[in-house]
C-alpha cells in the first residue's frame, strides 16, 4: 500500500499520515533490523521520522543518541526526502545542566543531535517533556534564536499540560517569537485524558497532533497476560523503561478492558493491532500517530489500519469500552 499524506497542522508542510517511532532502534532493536524497518517504512511511503537525543527506549546515559546515529547513517543521500523530528530536555549526562529546556542545554543538546544525525538542520525540534524549573520565556527565546540560526524549521512540544502549553503559544504570539506548530502526547484507548482539554488546544490553535504510544506500549496487541510476566525484551521488561511502562497500563483494569476490545476486534474480523491504531486515526484532530516497531514484520498490522474506515456502530463500541480512561467524564 502506499501512504497518504496530510498537512501538518497550520503550517504549509505536508507530512505522512504515519510517523515511524524509532526509540527502540539501538537496544530491543539493533541496527541490520533497523535498517530494514526504516527501508520497508520508506518504500511504503512514510516520509516522517521521529527520535529524540535519549533514545533508545531504556538505554540509560552510555545508549544516549545511539538511536539518532542509526538514523543518521542511513539518512545519508536522502536527508531531503524526509521530514526529521527529534527531542531534547531528556537527561542526556552527568552534569547538572546536561538535561532540562535551559537556554545552555538546549544550544547544546541540538548541536550535539545534528552531529550525531549528520545533518545541518532538523525540521521539527520537540521539547521531551516540561521543565518546569526553568522559566517559559528563557526556553521559548531559546528555542526562536535555534530556529533564526537554520538549525531548527519548526518546533513543538511533548508531554504538556494544556494549560501549560496554552501559556508557551500565549507569551510566544505576545513577544512575535517562534510558537509551536505541533504537540507529541501519549494516546490511545487506555489513555484518554488528552481529550478533554490538550486536543481541543491543538484544535483552535491550529496544532499538529503526533500521537506516541498508539498501541499502549504493546498492551494493545493482545500478546500480554495479566497471569504471566512481562515477555523479555519488550518496553514492559527493559531497564530504565520498565517501572513507566508498567506504572502505565500493567494493571487489572486495563487488562480487562483490552479483554473486552480483543472481543470486539475478533467480531469485527479485524487484529486488534490493527483496530486500536484505526480508533487513533478516525480522530479527526488527529494529524498523524506515531508507530514503532522492534520487528519488521510488526509494520504490516500498522499500515493496514490505513484501510479501515471504522462504521459508526464499531467506533461508539470502542470508545464506550475505553470511555473511563477519559477521567472525569460520567460513563455513558
Known sequence: MTIPYTKFGNTGLTVSKLVLGTMTF???????????????????????????????????????????????????????RFILATKAVGKVGN?????GSSRKHLFDAIDHS??????????????HSDDTNTPLDETIEALDAIVKSGKVRYIGVSNFLAYRLSRALGKAD???????????????????????????????EGLAVIPYNPLAGGLLTGKHAASKEPTEGTRFTLAAAAKNYQDRYWHDREFSTVQKLQDVAKEAGIPLTTLSLAWV???????????????????ADNFKALEIKLDTDLKEKLDHISAEYRLGDALR
Open 95 to 99: 552534569a547538572p545542566w546536561d538535561q
Open 114 to 127: 545534528l552531529r550525531r544525525l549528520q545533518t545541518d538542520y532538523v525540521d521539527l525540534y520537540q521539547l
Open 174 to 204: 505576545t513577544r512575535r517569537l517562534t510558537r509551536f506548530i505541533s504537540v507529541q502526547p501519549r494516546y490511545n484507548l487506555l489513555f484518554r485524558q488528552i481529550e478533554r482539554e490538550l486536543l481541543p488546544l491543538a484544535q483552535e
Open 281 to 299: 486515526l478516525a480522530n479527526p484532530i488527529i494529524t498523524a500517530p506515531i508507530i514503532g516497531a522492534s520487528r519488521l514484520e510488526q509494520l
Open 26 to 80: 539501538g537496544l530491543q532493536t539493533d541496527e541490520e533490523t533497523s535498517i530494514k524497518i526504516l527501508d520497508t517504512s520508506a518504500e511504503a511511503g512514510i516520509n516522517f521520522l521521529d527520535t529524540a537525543d535519549v533514545y533508545p527506549l531504556g538505554g540509560g546515559l552510555t545508549n544516549a543518541g545511539r538511536t539518532e546515529e542509526i538514523i543518521g547513517r542511513w539518512l545519508k543521500g536522502k536527508r531531503d
